[in-house]
C-alpha cells in the first residue's frame, strides 16, 4: 500500500491505511476511461498527531470545475481548507480521545496553514471554524459532533451538513472512526 507524508525521517508514524479511489475522465477521442483505480496516494499525517490522517482523494479551483486533462487534483500539499471557490474530498481517520495529542493541537493546524481557524473554545482544544460548507458521512466507527451548544453522535451511515459553524469531533470510543468529507468554499458569516 503506498502511502505518502510531509514529516521529518526521525518522526516514527502508525500505519494508517488509505483508501481505493476510482477516478474517470476521457481519452484524446472524448471517451470515457478510468484514469486511477487504486489507493489514494495523498495520505497525511501530522507530526504532532502521527495517529490522525487526512486522506485528500479530489480538489477543485472553481465552480464549475474543470473536468479536463488526466493530472491528479489530490497530488498537491495537503491543507485544511479548499482553494477560494473550490472543493476538497478527503476522509478523516480520527483517532480516540484518549490516544490524542491535544498540547500539539496548534502544531497540528499549523502544519495545514490554518492554525488561524482555532477557535480556543473550552470545551474541546480542537474547537474551529472555516469558511466552507462541509458534508460529513460517517463510514466506519462513531463520533461526536460538537457544536457552542449541544452535541450529538454519529454512526456509520450518519451524514452531517456544517455551514461554517464554530466545531469539533470527539472520538469518545477505543478504536478509529472514519469520516468522508466533501469541504467546499463558502463565503464568511
Known amino acids: 500500500m503506498m502511502q505518502t507524508s510531509q514529516r521529518s525521517p526521525a518522526v516514527s508514524k502508525p500505519f494508517i491505511p488509505s483508501h481505493r ?23 497525511r499525517q501530522p507530526d504532532a498527531t502521527p495517529n490522525l490522517a487526512m486522506i485528500d482523494l479530489w480538489e477543485t479551483h472553481c465552480a464549475p470545475a474543470s473536468n479536463a486533462g488526466v493530472a491528479d487534483a489530490a497530488d498537491r500539499p495537503t491543507r485544511l481548507s479548499p482553494p477560494a471557490g473550490g472543493s476538497i474530498f478527503r476522509i478523516l ?9 491535544f498540547s500539539s493541537v496548534s502544531d497540528v493546524f499549523a502544519q495545514w496553514g490554518e492554525e488561524r481557524v482555532l477557535t480556543g473554545h473550552n470545551r474541546h482544544p480542537a474547537f474551529h471554524r472555516t469558511n466552507t460548507v462541509d458534508y460529513a458521512i460517517v463510514l466506519e466507527g462513531e463520533v461526536w459532533a460538537l457544536m457552542d451548544i449541544g452535541e450529538t453522535l454519529m454512526k456509520a451511515g450518519d451524514v452531517l451538513v456544517q455551514r461554517g459553524t464554530n466545531h469539533a469531533w470527539s472520538n469518545r470510543t477505543n478504536a478509529p472512526v472514519r469520516i468522508a468529507f466533501v469541504l467546499i468554499d463558502a463565503q464568511p458569516l
Open 21 to 43: 479511489r476510482i477516478v474517470t475522465g476521457h481519452d484524446m477521442e472524448g471517451r470515457s476511461v478510468i484514469l486511477y483505480d487504486g489507493l489514494a496516494s495523498n495520505v
Open 93 to 101: 481517520v480520527l483517532p480516540p480521545e484518549s490516544e490524542r495529542n
